[in-house]
């Protein structure tokens, strides 16, 4: 037995519930990785706090809502029969939310959770908060869309530091009862349009906001030249708007009580709306929005091999499939190599070819490049300054 | 220190511990914040300059938001004010043997989270919702009213939050006044309105102050009425600090903003102690 991995103090604990030692030399163990903590320090402190904190749970960040219902449905309980940690789970608003929470914890105290998007990926990346991922260990990785992989690669270096999941659009939601399929082809345009003057609702974010702006104004959403132009247009919209929301389910909400009948929206939020029979359109063509990919990622100070396997696990075909059918997302797996069940081929946002060759992804870097500048001032128009 | 102090401190130890430990600490955290520098990486590097409040400070858009809050802040008082104080004046002149069941009911809501309270605004004011229906059905108005997502229904939510301590506020003071004085007023030949004008509403200030103060201050400070029931046009200085601290990450700004909001308050505080008394304030809850 040595006290060179990571997995030391179960060993231990293993020894000693089948009679390979005794009780008393358990504790004989762990007390003279105590006493060489405090003699010594360095080193030896890594290798008893390993010792000593055995992994017990592991906590799992989500959007809350139907997304985190279909990991706890699907795959949490599986997960802690196979390995016996506990998944403890927390929500949140919006990235930046987490980000700030991430931000002021200790390392260790989040675990795994799941980032929208390659800029949100760089957003934990670039500052060193989140652990590069050991890619031995999770074998369903070879399920993957090459594609998706080499997303999020690209970003890093080349190391992955959060597996692709799912991938859905943000698009423009629509009441069909008032707005027909035709009139919303005219795309991000529609939203710049008087006649639905108090019956709109847009995502509060910078990006989308800037994105849609930048459409409007006809320009490249992802190369701006006269930002001017686009935040002019942003203002002149705000008059418009019922609501800015924040969150899916505030989304939903406004939706489904036809609060209004048009607004940005998320492929997933708009295939719940529509299976719970609300007649709500969908457009996120390339004049109407963008593609992001959402992953699994893990903070740095996490137990990497728990958060592993948790992800492993996650990624396996029932269990993302399960999972995609509940979040309404379709699965980053590979159409080619698994079969995908007809309810996720029929998802807002699939790509059967696994090319992703209409979808216009996000640009990290951009993105990362401009959020300061581009956050502070859509905060200030949206508040009419 | 004589013994007796001694044992007074030694009682009031965890109390005062407590304060210092989770409030005067993480305030003053929260002011030395204030000086460190956010770079353009969105680090924070700890310092001693004054970028940060000369930044605030110049910047209209901040003093827009705070003067946003404390108007909204003002109106909602006001509401309270017109509304709690008849009802103060009918549960402390009420003949009824269970007054403590009234009082009771008067807090009975707060047995509901304060976020699902405040939700049940959207299904009360909304397009669709319980007043525009009735509105509707009964032939008032052909279109839904825009109740929703504006200062009208933050100050709906506001109110309703506050309500009940404008009254308890009111009422304690209210129910201290010596029926005798009213008695000899009527007495001397003042009509009830005179007696009312000049004897009870008089008497009944001190309460009223307080429960002033308590509703501004709380409303002024309120971030989740806002975010859930203000439209675009609500701005409101805590939603400032959030979108600071949050959305831009920029904690040396919102610390900026979050002293600004305290000493505001507290200014406001101060300035009612001079003049009225916290006191009334503690009688309130103390009973």
């Not at chain 1, 008032?178 to 345009?189: H, P, T």
Request: glycine share 8%; aromatic share 14%; hydrophobic share 45%.
């Amino acid at each position: 037995m040595t006290f060179g991995d990571d997995k030391k103090y179960e060993r231990l604990l293993e020894a000693y519930g089948n009679g390979d030692i005794s009780r008393r030399q358990l504790m004989g163990f762990l007390t003279v990785a105590a006493a060489a903590v405090g003699v010594v320090g360095g080193p030896f402190g890594k290798l008893t706090r390993d010792a000593l904190a055995a992994v017990e749970q592991v906590r799992f960040d989500g959007w809350g809502g139907i997304v985190s219902e279909a990991f706890r449905n699907n795959a949490f309980p599986a997960f802690t029969e196979k390995t016996g940690v506990k998944v403890v789970e927390g929500e949140f608003g919006d990235t930046e939310e987490f980000l700030a929470l991430v931000k002021a914890a200790q390392p260790g105290e989040y675990n795994t959770f799941l980032v929208s998007g390659a800029y949100d990926y760089y957003r934990f990346y670039k500052p060193g908060l989140a652990a590069p991922l050991n890619e031995a260990n999770m074998p369903n990785l070879q399920l993957l869309l090459p594609a998706t992989l080499e997303a999020f690669r690209k970003e890093s270096e080349g190391k992955l530091y959060a597996v692709p999941f799912d991938y859905g659009t943000t698009g423009i939601a629509y009441n069909r009862k008032y707005i027909s399929d035709d009139e919303a082809k005219a795309g991000a345009k529609i939203l710049w349009d008087e006649k639905y003057k108090g019956k709109m609702a847009l995502y509060d974010s910078f990006q989308t906001r800037a994105w849609m702006g930048s459409l409007y104004t006809g320009q490249d959403p992802q190369g701006v030249t006269d930002q001017a132009a686009m935040w002019d247009a942003c203002r002149t919209q705000r008059d418009l708007v019922v609501k800015y929301w924040t969150s899916g389910q505030e989304f939903i909400d406004l939706m489904s009580k036809e609060e209004v009948i048009l607004s940005d929206g998320w492929s997933g939020r708009v295939a719940y709306l529509q299976q719970n029979g609300h007649d709500i359109g969908f457009i996120d063509t390339k004049d109407a929005g963008f593609a992001w990919l959402e992953g699994l990622m893990v903070l740095a100070g996490s137990p990497m091999n728990e958060c592993e396997q948790l992800i492993n696990l996650c990624i396996e075909p029932k269990i993302s499939i399960a999972i995609a059918e509940g979040q309404n997302y379709p699965p980053s797996l590979d159409p080619n190599k698994v079969e995908l069940s007809e309810k996720v081929k029929s998802l807002p946002g699939f790509d059967p070819t696994g090319k992703f060759e209409n979808f216009v992804w996000e640009s990290a870097q951009y993105w990362f490049t401009n959020q300061d500048a581009y956050k502070k001032q859509w905060e200030r128009i949206s508040k009419g300054a | 220190m004589n013994r007796q102090n001694a044992r007074a401190y030694a009682l009031l130890s965890p109390a005062l511990g407590s304060l210092a430990l989770f409030l005067v600490a993480p305030v003053l955290f929260i002011a030395v914040y204030s000086f460190w520098i956010r770079t353009a990486e969105g680090l924070d590097i700890p310092a001693f300059q004054f970028g940060n409040w000369i930044a605030v400070a110049t910047d209209y858009y901040y003093w827009l938001g705070l003067w946003g809050s404390f108007k909204l802040a003002l109106v909602t008082t006001m509401a309270c004010a017109a509304v709690g104080y008849p009802t103060a004046y009918f549960l402390a002149r009420i003949r009824f043997s269970n007054k403590a069941l009234l009082l009771f009911l008067l807090f009975l809501p707060f047995w509901i989270s304060y976020i699902i309270r405040t939700m049940a605004w959207i299904s009360v004011l909304g397009r669709t919702g319980a007043v525009n229906t009735a509105l509707i059905s009964l032939g008032i108005i052909d279109e839904p009213l825009k109740m929703l997502y504006n200062d009208f229904s933050v100050i709906m939510g506001l109110v309703y939050f506050l309500l009940p301590y404008m009254i308890i506020n009111v009422y304690v003071s209210l129910d201290g006044i010596d029926r005798n004085l009213e008695a000899s007023a009527r007495t001397l030949g003042c009509s009830a309105w005179q007696t009312f004008r000049e004897v009870t509403l008089p008497l009944s200030l001190p309460g009223l102050g307080a429960g002033c103060m308590l509703c501004f201050v709380l409303a002024a400070g309120s971030y989740v009425t806002p975010r859930l029931l203000g439209g675009p046009d609500t701005l409101f200085f805590p939603d400032l600090i959030y979108e600071a601290i949050i959305s831009q990450l920029d904690w040396p700004t919102g610390a900026v903003l979050s002293v600004i909001l305290l000493l505001s308050l507290g200014l406001l505080v101060g300035v009612y102690n001079r003049f009225m008394s916290l006191s009334d304030i503690y009688r309130s809850f103390a009973r």
